[in-house]
């Protein structure tokens, strides 16, 4: 099993971007998909998580209103909609298979496969 963030890069407050996971060996219909986020000095956190099959979604009241965690079952993709970006927001972002389904709050010891990671940057 692989997976493969992508889509981060450096964007003004206010601004908009989406990420990407891609995998192989998996299919991401068929588990709970999970984003993670881990700024400089800080512990690796939840972002947002979606469930297999209807995709149950949850997300940190951090996010709650500017970030949307959506599946395309086509393309065996899941994305994270960012929107309203702030300079808080500025980490790097995982994309991880949950051993359970959609839960809040998300554990990282709960996931098992992780994409290599993707820096989103949000800065004037």
Same mark, same amino acid.
């Given at each position: +099993?692989?997976?493969?963030? &992508? *889509?981060? #890069?450096?964007? %003004?407050?206010?601004?908009?971007?989406?990420?990407?996971?891609?995998? =192989?060996?998996?299919?991401?219909?068929?588990?709970?998909?999970?984003?993670?986020?881990?700024?400089?000095?800080?512990?690796?956190?939840? +972002?947002?998580?979606?469930? &297999? *099959?209807? #995709?149950?979604? %949850?997300?940190?009241?951090?996010?709650?209103?500017?970030?949307?965690? =959506?599946?395309?079952?086509?393309?065996?993709?899941?994305?994270?909609?960012?929107?309203?970006?702030?300079?808080?927001?500025?980490?790097?972002?995982?994309?991880?298979?949950?051993?359970?389904?959609?839960?809040?709050?998300?554990?990282?010891?709960?996931?098992?496969?992780?994409?290599?990671?993707?820096?989103?940057?949000?800065?004037?």
């Amino acid at each position: +099993v692989q997976l493969q963030a &992508s *889509g981060g #890069g450096l964007v %003004h407050p206010g601004g908009f971007l989406r990420l990407s996971c891609a995998a =192989s060996g998996i299919t991401l219909d068929y588990t709970t998909i999970g984003w993670f986020r881990q700024g400089l000095g800080n512990e690796r956190e939840g +972002v947002s998580c979606i469930g &297999s *099959g209807d #995709g149950v979604t %949850h997300y940190a009241e951090s996010v709650e209103g500017r970030f949307t965690i =959506s599946r395309d079952r086509a393309k065996n993709m899941v994305y994270l909609h960012m929107s309203s970006l702030k300079p808080e927001d500025t980490a790097i972002y995982f994309c991880a298979t949950g051993r359970y389904d959609s839960s809040w709050p998300m554990h990282p010891y709960e996931y098992d496969y992780w994409g290599q990671g993707t820096q989103v940057t949000v800065s004037s």
